[in-house]
């Protein structure tokens, strides 16, 4: 109620178009997810949404369509960088589409646990979105019902999938091979490589892009080095490295590993990036804010969620094909923890 007694009618879909300065046919791209809005313009429209405290009925839709508006994210992780990421994209596309989002954590990669929670995201109603970024994330992605709307956040895949297989991905291939190019063209003999978990037992996209930036250059290729995904398993791995004269460059499959490898050079006492140069993938917000400040590679995981729901939600309401796409290009952000090797100093 305001001021004069009167209640305040709800914001419309034009008034959000006021505020935004765009059309109401841009309003409604924004709230059904669509791909085709500019970055720039889908930021404004949120906002104006937000401002204005837009809210479309859900219930009323519900009831008009006969589908239930509501989207359920399985995953195995919700709080590393690129999982807690995705699930933002969708949770803000969704509220945007008035879908409401749950959450069902794969707790186990074990066959009966991983069915036992697809069935619970199966018995809401509407569509699931699995980030299939681990084993258990590709065994709930496989176990999803025939039928029922699905999309799937994949690493990058060997190949392009087929048109029946609803999947989104960022180029972590072209990601590795960058990083490596940049390494090895500040003069280093080759970049030695710590590793995330893959999400199958092949070769992970950003191995292969590693491998291929070393056999181009010609250099020596050593053995990657398995890890897992946070700072303590990056200072385990770099152990050795750390203590090996020979390796002058480091390569890491996220962020949080290259934090957990810089503090164990920092205890070799070999300086990052005077002796040994240290480069992280994903760009996570406090890449940029570490002692020395870390060379990484920005991939748009908020984007790749906001993708993931755009896909679905064209399958929800029959308005657009599912098809297999890769979301976004990597970029290569320079800091100071890379720089030539000793020799070139």
């Not at 980030?131 to 039928?147: Q, T």
């Not at 990657?224 to 791995?237: C, E, F, I, K």
């Not at 790749?304 to 657009?320: D, N, P, T």
């Amino acid at each position: 109620m305001n001021v004069t007694g009167h209640t305040r009618r709800p914001a419309s879909i034009r008034d959000v178009a006021t505020a935004a300065g765009v059309s109401y046919q841009t309003v409604s791209r924004v709230i059904n997810g669509h791909p085709s809005v500019r970055p720039s313009t889908r930021e404004r429209v949120l906002a104006a949404i937000e401002e204005l405290g837009f809210r479309r009925n859900a219930t009323a839709l519900a009831l008009a369509s006969g589908r239930t508006r509501t989207v359920t994210v399985l995953t195995a992780n919700t709080t590393h960088y690129g999982y807690a990421s995705i699930l933002q994209g969708i949770e803000e596309s969704a509220r945007a589409a008035s879908y409401a989002v749950g959450i069902g954590v794969l707790e186990s990669a074990e066959d009966a646990a991983v069915a036992a929670e697809v069935q619970r995201a199966a018995d809401t109603g509407g569509g699931i979105v699995v980030i299939a970024y681990d084993p258990a994330g590709v065994r709930a992605l496989g176990a999803v019902p025939a039928g029922l709307p699905v999309v799937g956040v994949v690493e990058t895949p060997a190949s392009p999938p087929g048109g029946e297989s609803p999947w989104v991905w960022t180029d972590d291939r072209e990601a590795a091979y960058q990083a490596t190019r940049h390494l090895l063209s500040l003069g280093h003999e080759t970049v030695h490589y710590v590793a995330i978990p893959s999400s199958t037992r092949r070769t992970s996209a950003r191995t292969s892009g590693w491998r291929r930036a070393l056999k181009e250059a010609g250099a020596p290729e050593p053995r990657p080095v398995q890890s897992g995904w946070g700072p303590a398993r990056g200072h385990a791995a770099a152990w050795e490295l750390a203590r090996d004269p020979s390796v002058t460059a480091v390569l890491c499959g996220n962020d949080d590993l290259a934090l957990g490898v810089l503090r164990a050079l920092h205890e070799a006492g070999r300086p990052v990036p005077g002796e040994v140069s240290v480069a992280g993938f994903d760009d996570a917000p406090h890449s940029a804010f570490l002692t020395p400040s870390l060379t990484t590679v920005r991939l748009d995981f908020t984007g790749l969620g906001r993708a993931a729901f755009a896909l679905l939600h064209g399958a929800l309401e029959e308005s657009a094909p599912v098809a297999p796409r890769p979301v976004s290009v990597p970029e290569l952000v320079v800091r100071e923890s890379s720089g030539p090797p000793p020799g070139d100093r």
